[in-house]
């Protein structure tokens, strides 16, 4: 049985990669509660994460572990790099594997997205610098990679600091107006279909830079609405605004998203629908 560990497994997407065919080491900075075969790793930690790789000798690392959170990482070059880029590095000087490095639309500037693996790239924050620079790390220092570029990564009933689901849902059952971006544009993408096409990934041995996305590219707004309407919740709550007026720290790349033909043509992929993702979200929630 192959060995896979997963570096940021506690995270969103961490938490719903299952890998049921594979000997799973998870590891994190901090532990969720119940998840077995746990070790704590701060990738940036050099001996740390070399101890851990000689001991364990995994034949597939998928790295999941960042700094996430867009506009802390703006005022925090030198965090976001140790995290995202010399972390990256880490792992890599100390494994010769599969190395299955996942990353974000925000390499690209969102001047004319949806974008495929041939565009360019262009990142307008520092989040996205990090992760295009974990991106060029893994190029040079593999010769056995995937990067997997997703985007606006969801996931509901988990209890995520950052999960953007759960705050709408949260909202609008407390009754509370929300304001939401309605010049933001993604193809946003569920952790459970992340993490299907990660193991698919794993299973058919994967080279390369792939793209990954829902079917539609949609507003943030719409996809607010889309979260209302599923949960049967107020959508005349929700206002929508400008990126201007929400004035955040980074700047946002507007018009992005991710055109998934690649991973359709290689892995018979077939991009799922947000809507009925929320509805399946919602009723693995119920049960
Ligand atoms: N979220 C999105 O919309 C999105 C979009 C495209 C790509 N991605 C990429 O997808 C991956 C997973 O994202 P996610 O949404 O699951 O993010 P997440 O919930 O923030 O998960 C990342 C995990 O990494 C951990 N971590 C942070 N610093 C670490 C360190 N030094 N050593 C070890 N672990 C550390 C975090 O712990 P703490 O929470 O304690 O910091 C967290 O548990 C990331 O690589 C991200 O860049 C995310």
Known sequence: M????????????GVSLQLDDYDVIRTDIFPQVDQENFTILDITNKDKVKNLLEAEE???I?????MTNVDSCEGNYEQAKLINVEGTK?????FTGKFIFVSSDYVFDGEDGPYSEDDNVNPLNVYGKTKLEGEESVRKLSNDWVILRTNVVWNIGGNFKASFADWVVEELQNNRQIRIVADQWNNPAWTVDIGQVIETLIKYDANGLYHHGSSHVINRYDFACMIANVYELNPSLIEPITTKELNQTAQRPLKCGLITKK????????PSDTVLDIKAAKSHTEI
């Open 263 to 270: 991973l359709e043509n290689d892995f018979n992929f077939t």
């Open 58 to 60: 995994p034949d597939v």
């Open 90 to 94: 880490n792992l890599l000087n100390n």
């Open 2 to 13: 192959k060995k896979v560990l997963i570096t940021g497994a506690s995270g969103q997407l």
């Open 62 to 66: 998928v790295h999941l572990a960042a």
